[in-house]
């Protein structure tokens, strides 16, 4: 994600899920008989267990009725016959197996099901119907979808934990006349709940471009949108070539780009919704972003966080691999300037209320919005530690290990210290105490370059 104006709107924009009270099936599941006549389980009651992984889940989307159809495969459990779900803003109509019915409650925004014991990873579907939400916490009244960092609740079942990826299947249906929803039919690896989205609007295609390794680029824009798409995107092909030769190829499928999401008129920036990264009309035509957000299909969607005390990995790395991108391909003078504003934002972050620590230690215990840990203090000193990095060990040397990382962690979630491990292992360097004169401490280096 990129900010501009969005961190504070975000951060002032928190609401608590609205519980929707305590729902119950009326369906009780009474004991069933299968086609071939053979006695079927009873289901089980439902409990709460929210360790049960999700690996896929697939959703049917109808906008003209809200109303959804999630298939979620879960891992199997030979101990546990519960299930949990956020699920804040739904409303639950029906959980189901192949088999028949499943029992399950919605109380508080959680949904548990009772599911029975497999070897074998369960599938479950659950239909529901789903609402419009406040400003960047589930489907916006212009259209477009954004549930990070933890209101996918909002709009599918799931789990925001970042370390429970899922792959996903998505369509999306009931698209008003004269209307394009634009989405990924898939995400083919493990990816984070707020990774999937859409957006409905009058959109026109543009085509950038393919990158040597063969993935074609494409914006999508709204109506007075093309010159901006045109203008942001003008360098997208190197930019992509840069990652992809220096990281490696593009992790989600054949086809990716920018859409132009209509955020409002303050709201000036973008989010990783690879393959088809949001981006907000305003901010369209801003190479920088299109940069930032094009890099997040390594970082923070192909690898993702393990916690969010780990979110430094997401947005410092990002912050980093922007600058380097836009000065290989743009040039020293625009790279000086991107640093030159990544100072700015530093200084600014500095002189702020919240936290300076860029990466608290721990897991689980820090909420990013309500902590402030979502702010430039992650992105900016996330940022100037690699480039203090890159000071004292060479890209020759740099490159390579955060390939490395990537290749290791592509479609799992990573710890910041991992990316430290492989930097030892592959650098030879061992990074800590940069690390944490840049990410744990209240204050900035004096020195530019890592000890
Ligand atoms: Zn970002």
């Given at each position: 994600m990129q900010i501009g104006r969005l961190a504070r709107h975000v951060g002032m924009g928190i609401v608590i899920l609205t519980a929707l009270g305590c729902a119950q099936n009326e369906n009780q599941g009474e004991s069933a008989s299968s086609s071939s006549g053979t006695p079927v389980e009873p289901p089980p009651e439902p409990s709460a267990d929210f360790g049960r992984n999700i690996q896929k889940t697939g959703l049917t989307v109808d906008l003209a009725t809200m109303t959804a159809t999630a298939v979620i495969?879960?891992?199997?459990?030979?101990?546990?016959?519960?299930?949990?779900?956020?699920?804040?803003?739904?409303?639950?109509?029906?959980?189901?197996?192949?088999?028949?019915?499943l029992k399950w409650t919605l109380t508080q925004g959680q949904l548990d099901v009772g599911v029975p014991k497999s070897l074998e990873s369960a599938q479950i579907t659950i239909d529901y119907k789903f609402k419009e939400q406040a400003q960047f916490e589930g489907l916006m009244a212009k259209g477009s979808t954004l549930v990070w960092p933890y209101f996918c609740g909002n709009l599918f079942p799931c789990h925001s934990d970042p370390a429970d990826g899922t792959t996903f299947d998505l369509t999306v249906t009931g698209t008003p006349a004269g209307m394009m929803t634009v989405y990924p039919s898939a995400i083919g690896i493990d990816a984070p709940s707020y990774q999937i989205a859409w957006a409905t609007g009058s959109y026109t295609k543009l085509d950038i471009g393919t990158t040597?390794?063969?993935?074609?680029?494409?914006?999508?824009?709204?109506?007075?949108?093309?010159?901006?798409?045109?203008?942001?995107?003008?360098?997208?092909?190197?930019?992509?070539?840069?990652?992809?030769?220096?990281?490696?190829?593009?992790p989600f499928g054949g086809e990716a780009g920018p859409i132009a999401a209509d955020w409002g008129p303050t709201a000036y920036g973008g989010m990783e919704h690879h393959p088809y990264w949001h981006v907000s009309t305003i901010a369209m035509g801003d190479p920088w972003i299109q940069a930032h957000e094009a890099a997040h299909a390594w970082f923070g969607d192909g690898v993702r966080v393990a916690c969010w005390e780990d979110f430094v990995l997401s947005e410092g790395t990002v912050s980093y691999l922007e600058a380097r991108a836009i000065t290989e391909?743009?040039?020293?003078?625009?790279?000086?300037?991107?640093?030159?504003?990544?100072?700015?934002?530093?200084?600014?972050?500095?002189?702020?209320?919240?936290?300076?620590?860029?990466?608290?230690?721990?897991?689980?215990?820090v909420d990013i919005l309500?902590?402030?840990?979502?702010?430039?203090?992650?992105?900016?000193?996330?940022?100037?530690?690699?480039?203090?990095?890159?000071?004292?060990?060479?890209?020759?040397?740099?490159?390579?290990?955060?390939?490395?990382?990537?290749?290791?962690?592509?479609?799992?979630?990573?710890?910041?210290q991992d990316l430290l491990d492989i930097l030892k292992s592959v650098a030879g360097y061992d990074a800590a105490a940069c690390a944490a004169a840049w990410l744990r401490s209240e204050t900035v280096p004096s020195e530019q370059v890592c000890p």
């Open positions: 495969d879960l891992a199997g459990s030979l101990t546990s016959t519960g299930a949990s779900f956020e699920a804040g803003g739904l409303e639950i109509e029906s959980v189901s197996r192949a088999e028949g019915p040597f390794q063969g993935t074609r680029l494409v914006a999508h824009y709204l109506p007075g949108g093309g010159t901006d798409a045109q203008k942001g995107t003008e360098k997208l092909v190197d930019i992509m070539n840069f990652y992809e030769t220096m990281l490696a190829g593009y391909v743009m040039g020293a003078a625009e790279g000086t300037k991107v640093w030159s504003h990544y100072q700015t934002r530093l200084n600014t972050a500095m002189a702020g209320s919240a936290s300076k620590i860029a990466w608290p230690e721990g897991c689980g215990a309500k902590d402030n840990l979502f702010g430039d203090i992650a992105y900016m000193k996330g940022a100037f530690f690699f480039r203090a990095l890159e000071a004292k060990i060479g890209k020759q040397k740099l490159d390579p290990s955060l390939k490395a990382f990537f290749l290791k962690n592509k479609g799992k979630a990573a710890h910041f």
